[in-house]
């Protein structure tokens, strides 16, 4: 009967079980020993698999515990939506464990179903039924959110953005994209949303109108929020005069803060405005310091404004030219 589970399937799994017994007593076998992926692998109640009335296992002569153990530890998404084809009790294995296992869990199975990984096809739109799900809040189509008492998951936020704004799964619609994305950010607090709301006003990217105003407000939304790469970007707002007015003073402090996160870029840039003389007073010995920390980590315009300041370079970097003749 096809409600049983195949002689291939029975099979799979006892070869599963014979490979479990072959472990070491203290391993404990986990989906990174097993699989490329770093997702949560799919797991479901202890005794999901077993007969409801009599608590056995369905697949003879091997216990609950250990088919449970070996599922969970080996099975893949696509094992899951085979074994749901196998009784009714598991039709909806594959959404049961997604379920089980929470928000991570469930964010794995719509990114699986999103890419037609992990033993699935490719279905965006059952992918975005599970990421609203997580979203755990509404947009209406004026654009107007609707919280609710779940707490929302900031990623599934962002996704479900990208979906409206590339048409994933969902007619693609600019201002739904937009909504989600603004929802990503000021309820799910995610600066990278932030950063990307940016770019789409900056770029016009997916029907979206290019306004340098709203980019720059969002690029310093992001920034706030620690986005190293929108402080880079507020910073040549500044700069610039783009979006909002030009401003040496502001534009040096962004770029500081960006390089002190690391931003290699940025480094130049406030050796620039030391050389030049912008926002600061004038230090050639200065713009040195902050043009080696960019020049150390490869930048070529730095390494090129150290050689134009090689006399001062000299002094202020023993053994600097060293690093630019490398």
């Known amino acids: 009967s096809h409600l049983f589970p195949s002689r291939h399937f029975h099979s799979s799994i006892t070869?599963?079980?014979?490979?479990?017994?072959?472990?070491?007593?203290?391993?404990?076998?986990?989906?990174?020993?097993?699989?490329?992926?770093?997702?949560?692998?799919?797991?479901?109640?202890?005794?999901?698999?077993?007969?409801?009335?009599?608590?056995?296992?369905?697949?003879?002569g091997i216990p609950e515990e250990l088919v449970h153990q070996c599922l969970t530890s080996y099975a893949d998404w696509g094992d899951l939506a085979k074994l749901s084809t196998l009784?009714?009790?598991?039709?909806?294995?594959?959404?049961?464990a997604a379920s089980h296992g929470g928000h991570e869990s469930t964010w794995a199975l719509a990114q699986a179903l999103l890419a037609g990984t992990n033993g699935l096809?490719?279905?965006?739109?059952?992918?975005?039924?599970?990421?609203?799900?997580?979203?755990?809040i509404k947009i209406t189509a004026d654009g107007s959110v609707i919280t609710s008492d779940s707490e929302p998951f900031?990623?599934?936020?962002?996704?479900?953005?990208?979906?409206?704004?590339?048409?994933?799964?969902?007619?693609?619609?600019?201002?739904?994209?937009?909504?989600w994305l603004k929802a990503a950010f000021q309820v799910g607090n995610d600066i990278d949303a932030a950063h990307k709301l940016a770019l789409l006003h900056e770029y016009g990217e997916h029907g979206v109108e290019i306004d340098v105003v709203a980019a720059a407000d969002w690029f310093l939304n992001a920034a706030e929020g620690g986005h190293v790469e929108a402080m880079a970007e507020f910073a040549m707002c500044c700069e610039l005069g783009c979006g909002v007015e030009q401003n040496d003073e502001q534009a040096l402090d962004w770029y500081?803060?960006?390089?002190?996160?690391?931003?290699?870029?940025?480094?130049?840039?406030?050796?620039?405005?030391?050389?030049?003389?912008?926002?600061?007073p004038q230090s050639d010995q200065e713009a040195c310091?902050?043009?080696?920390?960019?020049?150390?980590?490869?930048?070529?315009?730095?390494?090129?404004?150290?050689?134009?300041?090689?006399d001062i370079a000299r002094i202020v970097l023993p053994g600097v030219m060293g690093i630019l003749n490398a």
């Open 289 to 310: 310091l902050w043009y080696y920390k960019s020049a150390v980590e490869g930048d070529e315009d730095s390494k090129k404004a150290l050689r134009r300041l090689q």
């Open 87 to 96: 009784k009714r009790e598991w039709k909806t294995a594959m959404y049961d």
């Open 15 to 60: 070869q599963k079980y014979s490979l479990y017994l072959q472990m070491p007593i203290n391993t404990t076998p986990t989906l990174t020993t097993v699989s490329k992926s770093t997702a949560p692998s799919p797991s479901v109640a202890l005794l999901y698999f077993a007969d409801r009335n009599s608590g056995k296992s369905y697949f003879s």
């Open 154 to 179: 900031a990623p599934a936020l962002k996704c479900v953005a990208d979906c409206y704004l590339t048409g994933n799964g969902v007619n693609a619609n600019a201002t739904i994209g937009v909504a």
């Open 256 to 280: 500081r803060k960006a390089a002190e996160k690391g931003h290699t870029t940025s480094k130049f840039s406030v050796g620039e405005f030391h050389e030049e003389g912008r926002g600061v």
């Open 121 to 136: 096809e490719r279905n965006p739109t059952q992918a975005m039924t599970l990421l609203k799900q997580l979203a755990g």
